[in-house]
């Protein structure tokens, strides 16, 4: 592999950047990690668990988050704006819950009002989801700000 080739995959796959399209590349990649096992938790909890699938909707979707959080903190995005880990993660699940309504209520609109499969109304509102996601964790949450920019604040280990 040519030394070329090599820095560019480096510098798409590991190298942490602050270039917002690497950054959606990496998000995609991470929101479809977080999406399978949302994906996946729904359809065991609304099949076999028989839970009402607007239920297993909610659980799903948190544990989406978990896994788009610990990568979005470790892989995706350079700068920390909140010192807190435990600040951040709560900041994180609040954005989570605003993805979490768009998913709710869209899930809704599609499965009871478009008569769609609940799991095509999730595939579909998941690209929403994303959307909105990804704005307000670029944006907002971490964007260059107060935390240090290493993300070593709070003895957090450098990204």
């Given at each position: 592999?040519?030394?070329?080739?090599?820095s560019?995959?480096h510098?798409?796959?590991?190298k942490?950047?602050?270039?917002?399209?690497?950054?959606?590349?990496?998000?995609?990649?991470?929101?479809?990690?977080?999406?399978?096992?949302?994906?996946?938790?729904?359809?065991l909890?609304t099949?076999?668990?028989?839970?009402y699938?607007?239920?297993?909707?909610?659980?799903?979707?948190?544990?989406?988050?978990?896994?788009t959080?610990?990568l979005?903190?470790?892989?995706?995005f350079?700068?920390r704006?909140?010192?807190s880990?435990i600040?951040?993660?709560?900041?994180?699940?609040?954005?989570?819950?605003?993805?979490?309504?768009?998913?709710?209520?869209?899930?809704?609109?599609?499965?009871?009002?478009?008569r769609?499969?609940?799991l095509?109304?999730?595939t579909?509102?998941?690209?929403?989801?994303?959307?909105?996601?990804?704005?307000?964790?670029?944006?907002?949450l971490?964007?260059?700000?107060?935390?240090?920019e290493?993300?070593?604040a709070?003895?957090?280990?450098?990204?």
């Amino acid at each position: 592999m040519s030394g070329r080739i090599r820095s560019r995959l480096h510098s798409l796959l590991i190298k942490r950047t602050d270039r917002t399209a690497v950054q959606l590349l990496r998000s995609i990649a991470a929101s479809h990690l977080g999406f399978w096992a949302d994906f996946g938790t729904l359809a065991l909890l609304t099949e076999i668990a028989g839970l009402y699938y607007l239920v297993s909707a909610v659980f799903a979707f948190v544990a989406g988050l978990a896994v788009t959080y610990l990568l979005s903190v470790l892989w995706i995005f350079k700068h920390r704006r909140i010192k807190s880990r435990i600040g951040e993660f709560i900041a994180f699940g609040m954005t989570g819950v605003i993805g979490m309504g768009v998913m709710v209520a869209s899930m809704w609109f599609f499965t009871e009002i478009l008569r769609l499969h609940y799991l095509i109304s999730k595939t579909v509102s998941s690209v929403l989801v994303f959307a909105v996601n990804f704005t307000i964790r670029k944006y907002i949450l971490f964007r260059p700000g107060n935390a240090e920019e290493d993300g070593a604040a709070d003895g957090a280990r450098p990204r």
